[in-house]
């Protein structure tokens, strides 16, 4: 096989195989190589594998305020790259978005592995991308202080520029496994230590784990520190085995972490955030009034899920389980009502980078220009995707920015690219 290249993309996730297809659009020959025997097998799990594409917000500006920490490094890929072009680059490849809630874009076919198929399209339909499979990238080929090429399980290749997209550390088990943040330290960029980011929350609470598969829609939850609220969010809650997840927990996971740091943290699940304590008082007074020979559980079953209704009940210090509403006093009513605006338990700690969607850490955003996404120490090298370290809440924000780095990098490095003779 060929062994010289214009570029070299290594990763074939997402913003990989964005890079590969550009540089190959623009004209370039592009060697894109990955150690599965598979493209985009990250991708392919996003969204419950339906893939929450990218977020709906076309104004760059409102879209931005989601990275308050690099907002300022991302006009200019954005001014370069941006939703409204995410949308109508897949919709080119037959893959049309529709929008969900929180402007949450989804494939119309609500299929991940179709988001990959179009890329793989993409980068075929050029003509000029080969991609090398199950191949492993071990190094950069240095020759008089320039990175001339890669060297692989299959190989050494050369090339005038390579794209970095081996991506960040977050479920390892897909490919990501940190090689190129390694290589890239070894030639002397800033690696900040990753982290789970954004991930579940985990706690040591039997009955949280008891509800594992329970999900409510609507709940407030707030984060207690020293008796005092941190912070509170409202949303979807999941129950699992190990603790709570779903978008709201996830996107929280971050701040919690920071409040772990200086000491013990609680979570409290408010189930009626829209009632203060006086109106659910006045709620269930009249509720028991009107159903007064029906069991307490019976009413609340109507109300609340069942496991929720029996873990609330367990709680209670008087057994309420098989009483009728006419018998409730008015102090075991307070009790219940305190209950279902504070379920408390103790939060341990967030799930590790198995189970995190991302994980912060990476590239020093510093190091990289941001106009053509190339390494400031480096410039033959570019970097995209996950590998930089880029804070972001879940929504279709991380994909987006794979499209926009992946993108800026495949164009600038397509340009003026002259071949190294192979030695
Ligand atoms: C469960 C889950 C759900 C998610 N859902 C969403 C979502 O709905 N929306 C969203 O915006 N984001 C989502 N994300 C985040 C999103 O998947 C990532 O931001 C994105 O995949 C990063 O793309 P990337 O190209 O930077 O890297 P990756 O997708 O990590 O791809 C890197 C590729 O490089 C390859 N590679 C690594 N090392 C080497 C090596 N030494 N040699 C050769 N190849 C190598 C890997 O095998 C891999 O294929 C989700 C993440 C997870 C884990």
């Not at 070299?8 to 025997?37: F, H, T, W, Y």
């Not at 996003?46 to 076309?58: K, L, Q, S």
Request: positive net charge.
């Amino acid at each position: 096989m060929k062994k010289n290249f214009d570029v070299i993309v290594i990763g074939g996730g997402p913003s990989g195989m964005m890079s590969a297809g550009r540089a190959g659009e623009l004209g370039a020959q592009v060697l894109l190589i990955e150690k599965n025997d598979h493209l985009g097998k990250k991708l392919s799990l996003t969204g419950g594998r339906r893939c929450n594409i990218t977020n709906a917000e076309t104004d760059n500006r409102v879209f931005l305020e989601n990275f308050p920490e690099s907002k300022q490094f991302l006009f200019s890929p954005f001014s370069q790259f941006n939703v409204k072009d995410t949308f109508e680059f897949f919709e080119t490849l037959n893959l049309p978005l529709v929008i969900e809630d929180r402007k949450r874009a989804f494939p119309k076919s609500q299929k991940a592995d179709d988001v990959r198929d179009a890329l793989e399209k993409y980068m075929k339909q050029t003509g000029n991308v080969e991609i090398l499979l199950e191949t492993v990238f071990k190094s950069f080929k240095i020759k008089e202080n320039r990175i001339v090429g890669i060297t692989t399980s299959s190989g050494t290749f050369l090339a005038n520029k390579i794209v970095v997209a081996t991506g960040g550390l977050a479920v390892p088990a897909t490919g990501s496994t940190g090689d190129g943040l390694s290589a890239l330290n070894k030639i002397g960029h800033t690696i900040k230590a990753p982290n789970p980011n954004l991930a579940p929350l985990c706690t040591n609470s039997k009955w949280i784990h008891d509800l594992s598969g329970t999900s409510v829609d609507d709940i407030g939850l707030r984060f207690i520190q020293k008796n005092k609220t941190q912070f509170k969010v409202r949303g979807r809650i999941l129950f699992t085995h190990f603790g709570i997840s779903g978008p709201m927990v996830i996107n929280s996971a971050h701040k919690v972490k920071c409040l772990l740091k200086k000491g013990e943290v609680e979570a409290s699940i408010d189930l009626f955030p829209d009632c203060d304590l006086g109106s659910l008082d006045a709620f269930f007074i009249k509720l028991f009034d009107e159903q007064k020979n029906k069991k307490l559980k019976s009413i609340l079953n109507t109300l609340l899920q069942k496991s929720l209704v029996e873990a609330m009940l367990n709680m209670l210090e008087s057994d309420m389980n098989d009483m009728q509403a006419h018998s409730i006093t008015k102090q075991q009513r307070k009790s219940l009502v305190q209950i279902v605006k504070d379920l408390r338990f103790p939060i341990q700690g967030t799930m590790g980078l198995e189970w995190s969607i991302v994980a912060d850490g990476g590239v020093d955003p510093k190091e990289i220009d941001f106009k053509t996404m190339a390494s400031r120490l480096h410039p033959n090298i570019y970097l995209t995707g996950d590998i930089i370290d880029i804070n972001r809440p879940s929504g279709g924000f991380s994909l987006q920015l794979c499209w926009t780095t992946g993108f800026v990098a495949g164009t600038h490095s397509a340009k003026k690219t002259k071949l190294i003779k192979h030695r």
